[in-house]
């Protein structure tokens, strides 16, 4: 299995201060047929399900505000936030799905300082 | 409007039987595959297995391997996973999943409470 491992596990950022959560792969999840990674984020609130935000990698969902934008390739990879709102407080989880088994991080949860 | 809409909570007793459904509209159910992912507070998010509803080829995680059956009926759109013997580490909130090249919609949930 693909091992998932995010950081930090939770961060408290002021509003309209930028938040960065890390996301680090066992094994590359980078498809050389078509030079897509094969990697999701997604934002959770209380009560509802995981929220697609962002796509192979680093595209990003439609609706979703421009702050939030993703990058990395092969192993590694990052969810920011550039600034901030009150209604991003949630956990956010990384999620591979190399080769039709999927993993996911654990989960970095996001608080106002 | 693609949705996924998943059947309603649940309370068993260990060792009953559980069958939760996850029916698509919107979309061609045919051509996704539907997986289904296992929240709990302790460990999180975990896949379970997934399926290609067209014809029904399946592939589990090895940690449910054996431990849950993964199946679709394509004629009603509808995907669905059962337990022939639940035990109450099983109590967990359930999600079924759209996917085509990247996972994209997630159905409402299934809460499934195991207690004697």
């Known amino acids: 299995d693909i091992v998932m491992t995010q950081s930090p596990d939770s961060l408290a950022v002021s509003l309209g201060e930028r938040a960065a959560i890390n996301c680090k792969s066992s094994?590359?999840?980078?498809?050389?047929?078509?030079?897509?990674?094969?990697l999701v984020w997604y934002q959770q609130k209380p009560g509802q399900p995981p929220k697609l935000l962002i796509f192979?990698?680093?595209i990003r969902e439609s609706g979703v505000p421009d702050r939030f934008s993703g990058s990395g390739s092969g192993t590694d990879f990052t969810l920011t936030i550039s600034s901030l709102q009150a209604e991003d407080v949630a956990v956010y989880y990384c999620?591979?799905?190399?080769?039709?088994?999927?993993?996911f991080g654990q989960g970095t949860k996001v608080d106002i300082k | 409007e693609v949705q996924l809409v998943q059947s309603g909570p649940e309370v068993k007793k260990p060792g009953q039987s559980l069958k939760i459904s996850c029916k698509g509209s919107?979309?061609?159910?045919?051509?996704?595959?539907i997986a289904w992912v296992r929240q709990t507070p302790g460990k999180g998010l975990e896949w379970m297995g997934i399926?290609?509803?067209?014809?029904?080829?399946?592939k589990y995680s090895p940690s449910f391997q054996g431990q849950v059956t993964i199946s679709a009926d394509k004629s009603i759109s509808t995907a669905y996973v059962q337990w022939s013997s639940l035990k109450a580490s099983d109590t967990a909130m359930y999600y079924c999943?759209?996917?085509?090249?990247?996972?994209?919609?997630w159905g409402q949930g299934t809460l499934v409470t195991v207690s004697s």
């Open positions: 999943v759209r996917a085509s090249g990247s996972p994209d919609y």
């Open positions: 094994q590359s999840v980078l498809d050389s047929s078509n030079n897509k990674n094969h």
């Open positions: 919107g979309y061609r159910f045919t051509n996704y595959w």
């Open positions: 192979w990698a680093s």
């Open positions: 999620h591979q799905y190399y080769n039709l088994s999927w993993t």
């Open positions: 399926i290609w509803p067209g014809d029904s080829e399946t």
